[in-house]
């Protein structure tokens, strides 16, 4: 791709750059000095043949301008000359161009930038109010750019994080009129019911980063290194989408912002747009089926093939057949089998063998420990009764004894 953009240096002399760009970078190709020549078409249109002729035709796949009215018809001059050569209008300068038409066509939007840009430039060029938010704030309001209407997304997001600090240096003993000069008084004031919120600034400022953010994030995307026109089709739509969702618009809002976005995207798409999109491995695993099937459906494996249901079958019967067999034969064949097997691995046998006696050693052993408990427990039964007996004999054998006794005492 060559891309082609002009500036000024610093003795504000205009200058041309052409630079060529591929997926692995880009390279500085040439610089001309437009100073005291006709900055028209056709001069643009010499110097891109140039470049062309020297880089070679087969090289090069479009060309990239900005998307005034000289550039465009400079680039159908290079489709004309050579119809393999697209040319493409700068994403990001039209992106940059739909801001400026939502700042100029949309008065609430300009409204809220305008505050924006006056408290931002009320707390950095006045030096008693930047000292006051130094001390407080840790970071310095941000302010935007003349030409480059993306910057006013950032310049808005500075007092939205920056809100506490702002509320405290207007809620601070020492922020009183005498703190400027008697011309600032005026906007003093006015800065003053800006942050403290008098007319909703703060919640249009959410309102406004809201629009903007969608743009500025897929500026930022083409804007970056390495290959991104392939991004740019459907990231559009999704901007497009997005704006359609939004709460906090209105249908009239909507409708303003959604006709702004088409117009410039109508002026810079091209046919290599969608080529590149829809050759996008991210979005060519996109399809409509993906978008039908259920969100909390698993998606399985994919259907069998008739072939391969018709094999599966087979095996199934097969398996089921060779089952059936396998039980209606007779048992003395499976013995057979079995001591064939035994005889030709010995050693699995002899495990089965040991594992069978010792099953049957402690079936055996079993009955045995209960006998021999059985017996143990019976002769200390009798043993009990015989100790029991020979207790109650003993005091009648005492009688008997002492009765003899008094006998012989007596004769």
């Not at 009798?382 to 007596?410: F, I, L, N, T």
């Amino acid at each position: 791709m060559l891309q082609m953009d002009g500036w000024s240096d610093r003795r504000n002399k205009p200058q041309l750059n052409v630079m060529v760009s591929s997926p692995v970078g880009t390279v500085f190709w040439k610089s001309v000095c437009m100073e005291g020549r006709e900055k028209n078409s056709k001069a643009y249109f010499k110097l891109l043949d140039g470049v062309i002729q020297e880089i070679g035709e087969g090289s090069i796949v479009g060309v990239v301008m900005d998307i005034a009215r000289v550039c465009a018809k400079a680039g159908k001059m290079v489709e004309a000359k050579y119809p393999d050569i697209f040319s493409v209008g700068c994403t990001a300068h039209a992106f940059d161009l739909a801001l400026e038409d939502m700042y100029k066509c949309m008065d609430w939007l300009k409204a809220v930038v305008d505050k924006g840009n006056q408290v931002g430039k009320f707390f950095t060029n006045v030096d008693k109010v930047r000292v006051i938010y130094n001390r407080i704030a840790s970071a310095q309001l941000k302010r935007s750019t003349v030409t480059r209407f993306a910057t006013n997304f950032e310049m808005l997001q500075s007092p939205k994080a920056g809100r506490n600090p702002l509320e405290l240096c207007v809620c601070n003993a020492a922020w009183v009129e005498k703190l400027v000069r008697g011309e600032q008084v005026a906007a003093f004031n006015t800065v003053t019911h800006i942050i403290m919120d008098t007319n909703g600034f703060w919640k249009a400022v959410d309102k406004a980063i809201a629009v903007m953010e969608p743009v500025v994030k897929l500026l930022r995307l083409v804007d970056g290194p390495g290959a991104t026109m392939s991004k740019v089709y459907f990231g559009m739509e999704a901007v497009v989408a997005r704006m359609r969702t939004l709460d906090c618009l209105s249908e009239a809002e909507k409708t303003d912002v959604e006709k702004i976005l088409m117009d410039r995207w109508a002026f810079m798409t091209s046919e290599l747009h969608c080529a590149t999109a829809f050759l996008d491995p991210k979005y060519r695993t996109h399809t409509v089926a993906e978008e039908d099937a259920p969100p909390n459906k698993k998606r399985g494996r994919p259907p069998l093939s008739a072939v391969k249901k018709a094999a599966k079958a087979a095996a199934c019967a097969e398996a089921v057949k060779a089952a059936a067999a396998e039980a209606r034969r007779p048992a003395r064949k499976r013995t057979a089998e079995v001591i064939e097997d035994n005889e030709e691995n010995p050693c699995l046998s002899r495990k089965k063998q040991s594992s069978s006696s010792s099953s049957s050693s402690s079936e055996d052993s079993a009955p045995q420990n209960i006998e021999e408990e059985e017996e143990m427990s019976q002769q200390s039964d009798d043993s009990g009764e015989a100790d029991g007996d020979e207790s109650e004999e003993d005091p009648s054998q005492a009688q008997s004894h002492g009765k003899e006794q008094s006998r012989e005492e007596d004769e």
